[in-house]
């Protein structure tokens, strides 16, 4: 097992990772996700990998990656509300289903937490979806805590 940066290489592997967990997410909710595309495509891969505030890393296990990490550095300085400060959100952790509860996703947390810390983050932040309660779990096993809370109404 290696856990690497994610380049060129590896984001065919990602676009397949991103569709297991459309369709992951399309089971909970499949009022919102379609279960079939991913949400990215191969351009827009390629412009994360080079965006010096962004970055991926992979978890490869026989040459193929088998989970991801995508995250995104926010500079939150001069708001009129909020103090000045750096987070990192986690915009997408997925593992597939072969290889959960062994630990990957741990991994993978400590290398989004390793990396907020060289970049002075505050906090890292993510969302997750109501009714993934695995992840949420998951989550708070690694110590973190519910921020604010996002509500909807559903009208149709």
């Known amino acids: ?15 397949e ?20 595309n ?9 412009n994360i990998i080079h965006n010096p505030n962004m970055k991926i890393y992979v978890c490869i296990i026989n040459d193929k ?10 500079n939150h300085k001069n708001d009129v509300v909020l103090n000045d400060f750096k987070t990192l959100y986690i915009d997408d952790l997925f ?17 989004a937490l390793e990396y907020a810390k060289e970049n ?7 969302s997750v979806w109501a009714g993934n309660n695995k ?9 973190m805590n519910p921020q604010k809370t996002y509500m909807e109404y559903i009208i149709k």
Do not use: Q, V, W
């Open 135 to 143: 992840s949420e779990e998951f989550y708070k096993n690694l110590g």
């Open 17 to 36: 990772l991103l569709k297991e967990a459309n369709k992951y997410h399309s089971n909970l909710r499949p009022d919102l996700f379609n279960g079939k």
């Open 95 to 111: 593992i597939k289903d072969d290889y959960r509860g062994k630990g990957i996703g741990h991994i993978l947390f400590d290398k």
């Open 120 to 126: 002075e983050c505050y906090n890292i932040t993510l």
């Open 1 to 15: 097992m290696e856990i690497k940066e994610a380049c060129e290489k590896n984001i065919n592997d990602i676009i």
């Open 38 to 46: 991913p949400k990215y495509n191969y351009n827009d891969l390629l």
């Open 65 to 74: 990656a088998i989970g991801h990490i995508f995250m995104i550095l926010n």
